[in-house]
Structures are given as structure tokens and as C-alpha cells.
């Protein structure tokens, strides 16, 4: 008498010809870095024409990596003409522009140089005369 054979998955699957199948998740999209100022703190004050020490941080997404070229970083003031460029790096001592007294928009902004994408912290300072 002839045999009958009833062929499913042999691989165990499930899924007829998948043998040992697995999912591979695609490559992760490039996102903005992710960008912090931790000095000055928000509604700190910044004397003008003396030198005032800053500090940020900023991270590659995906990778994690520290973005710390002064060529993808940059510190600004939102003045009433205009932003001011303060300098460069995730941390440094820059002399504060002559402003007039009053609170202004402090970013730091970073750039991830294999993707180009831009991201941006933002605090409020209060700018004011410098004792010397």
C-alpha cells in the first residue's frame, strides 16, 4: 500500500520554507542631536563685557556620541539688533556682549555632522553691568 505523506513547515517555523527566520530591525533613523545648556542655569545672570563660563552638552542620536567640534557648536545671545555669537564648543569662558540691561534668549546649538541635523537649548538670562 502506497504511503500518503502530509508535508507542513519542516523548519519547526511555522512558516512553510522560513527556515531559522529572524527579524532584523531596520538601521535607526538619524534624529537631532539632543542639546542641554547646564550653565547658566535659566534666569541666571551674565555681566556684561566680563568673561562668563558656559556650559552645555550635546549627543549624536543614534550613537550617543559627544558632539564636541567647536564647528557644530555654537552659543548665542537673541540681542535687540540681532543675534550675537558668544563662541563656540559645548564649554568655554565668553565675554558677554554689551547689551543693555534686560532678560534675553540664550541658545546653544549643536549640529550632528554626519546627518547635518540641528538641534537647539534655549534659556532665559538676565544680562547686567559688571562690577569690577
Known sequence: MPSSRTSGAPNGTGVPGTPGRT????????????????????GGQLRRGCEEVFAGTARTR????????????????????????LGAGPSGG?????????????TFTATDPDSGLTATARVSVRVVGCLR
Open 62 to 85: 543614534p550613537g550617543d556620541r559627544p558632539l564636541t567640534d567647536p564647528q557644530y557648536t555654537a552659543w548665542r545671545l537673541a540681542g535687540p539688533d540681532g543675534p550675537v555669537v
Open 23 to 42: 527579524s532584523s530591525a531596520p538601521p535607526a533613523q538619524p534624529q537631532p542631536p539632543v542639546v542641554s545648556i547646564q550653565r547658566p542655569g535659566a
Open 94 to 106: 565668553f565675554v558677554v556682549p554689551l547689551l543693555p540691561d534686560g532678560t534675553y534668549p540664550l
